[in-house]
């Protein structure tokens, strides 16, 4: 009965005269690990950037943790919010992109301490012991004073999700977080997000790693042109989809 942290209602997005999210409908309850795939192009990334309101929706409505996404009512009128109070809502939640977006001239740890003390306002030192314990849960506590560009693509994203997490986030996203690395780094960045999974972290990502969905995900959904086509227990939807495009997708990424 646990209740939905994040949840969009008949959420729509245009770009121009193109409709990229057609009323999607997503709920992810506390401790749920859901992922979504689909063909490129079909509105993943989009979807994840309306949740912190990096994109305006065109219609519907964003709620994490019970708080509308970017707008408040007033009377009948929705009014967006001022950037700080957008700053504020983006604070609690934590996203992680493809390209892993370190800052190049701070070192690791001083990639952690950033958000927190410029955005919220914390003490240098009380961050710092938080960051150190989060470099040590990705493994990465060797690694402090080193820059972004000293380490592999597959450090540089545990980096990332750990800047992330410093900022205590109550939901993370991720964009394809592991299709930017090569093959070989991709095994590393999965474990890292199994751990915080098994942590209790309520997660959204976007993947093609189907083995990562099958194993760790508690819902699977399966996007196609804008919507949502299919959901369900990963395992279910893998082995015995509901609809062909959802088998037809399968077939070409297992
Ligand atoms: P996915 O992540 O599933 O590959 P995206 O959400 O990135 O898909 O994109 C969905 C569609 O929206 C694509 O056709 C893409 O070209 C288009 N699109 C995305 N962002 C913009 C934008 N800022 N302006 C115009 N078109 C965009
Ligand atoms: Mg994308």
């Given at each position: 009965m646990s209740t939905a942290l994040i949840q969009l209602s008949n959420v729509r997005k245009s770009f121009g005269s193109l409709e990229v999210l057609r009323g999607v409908d997503l709920q992810v309850r506390?401790?749920?690990?859901?992922?979504?795939?689909?063909p490129s192009g079909c509105g993943k990334s989009t979807l994840l950037r309306c949740i912190n309101?990096?994109?305006?929706?065109?219609?519907?409505?964003?709620l994490v943790d019970g708080q509308r996404i970017g707008y408040r009512r007033i009377g009948n009128r929705l009014v967006e919010l001022p950037e700080r109070e957008i700053a504020?809502?983006?604070?609690?939640?934590?996203?992680?992109?493809?390209?892993?977006?370190?800052?190049?001239?701070?070192?690791?740890?001083?990639n952690l301490l950033e958000a927190p003390t410029r955005v919220r306002?914390?003490?240098?030192?009380?961050?710092?012991?938080?960051?150190?314990q989060l470099l040590d849960r990705v493994g990465l506590a060797a690694k402090e004073d080193a820059y972004?560009?000293?380490?592999?693509?597959?450090?540089?994203?545990?980096?990332?999700?750990?800047?992330?997490?410093?900022?205590?986030?109550?939901?993370?996203l991720f964009d394809e977080p592991t299709s930017a690395l090569d093959p070989?780094?991709?095994?590393?960045?999965?474990?890292?997000?199994?751990d915080l999974a098994a942590d209790g972290m309520t997660m959204l990502v976007v993947t093609h790693?189907?083995?990562?969905?099958?194993?760790?995900?508690?819902?699977?959904?399966?996007?196609?042109?804008?919507?949502?086509?299919?959901?369900?227990?990963?395992?279910?939807?893998?082995?015995?989809p509901e609809h062909e495009r959802t088998r037809a997708f399968l077939s070409k990424v297992l």
């Open positions: 506390a401790g749920e690990v859901c992922c979504v795939i689909g309101h990096l994109e305006r929706v065109d219609a519907g409505e964003v504020k809502q983006r604070a609690e939640i934590g996203m992680v992109f493809q390209r892993f977006n370190l800052f190049p001239h701070l070192t690791v740890l001083e306002g914390e003490p240098r030192e009380q961050v710092r012991e938080r960051a150190r972004p560009a000293q380490l592999s693509g597959g450090q540089q994203q545990r980096v990332a999700i750990a800047r992330a997490l410093a900022m205590r986030p109550k939901v993370m070989e780094l991709v095994g590393d960045v999965l474990a890292t997000m199994r790693e189907i083995g990562f969905a099958r194993e760790v995900a508690n819902t699977l959904v399966f996007m196609a042109d804008g919507d949502i086509v299919e959901r369900g227990d990963p395992r279910r939807v893998i082995a015995e």
